[in-house]
């Protein structure tokens, strides 16, 4: 299983990104996709999840991105995006998608619940 995510850039504080995170070859509705992120000198940290299934399926969000990011998947493109909205610079990070087929709830912001992991999009955010 391998994830390819896509996106990033440079933007100014207030501007917009979408990221994009796609896994090519599988059954897409059967993984569950995080996002995390990871900026320098810092641990990595959950961003936002969406669940396995079609495009209602639950989602879930770090406090400070309520709001401001989207998680949505379109299963027919096998991609899960991220909307960022309203970018600050403490947005900055490299940022990472992760999945998983079988994930329990409690565990959805825990990066060791994710097997499968792709290789990182930088989001830089100026001030």
């Known amino acids: 299983v391998q994830l390819q995510a896509s996106g990033g850039g440079l933007v100014q504080a207030g501007g917009s990104l979408r990221l994009s995170c796609t896994i090519p070859g599988v059954t897409f509705s059967n993984y569950n996709i995080g996002w995390f992120r990871q900026a320098p000198g810092k641990e990595r940290e959950f961003v936002a999840a969406i669940r396995r299934g079609g495009s209602s399926s639950s989602t879930y969000y770090l406090d400070s991105v309520k709001g401001r990011f989207t998680v949505s998947r379109d299963n027919a493109k096998n991609t899960v995006y991220l909307q960022m909205n309203s970018l600050e610079p403490d947005d900055t990070a490299l940022y990472y998608c992760?999945?998983?087929?079988?994930?329990?709830?409690?565990?959805?912001?825990?990066?060791?619940?994710?097997?499968?992991w792709g290789q990182g999009t930088q989001v830089t955010v100026s001030s």
């Open positions: 992760a999945a998983s087929s079988t994930i329990i709830t409690s565990s959805i912001r825990n990066s060791l619940a994710y097997a499968y």
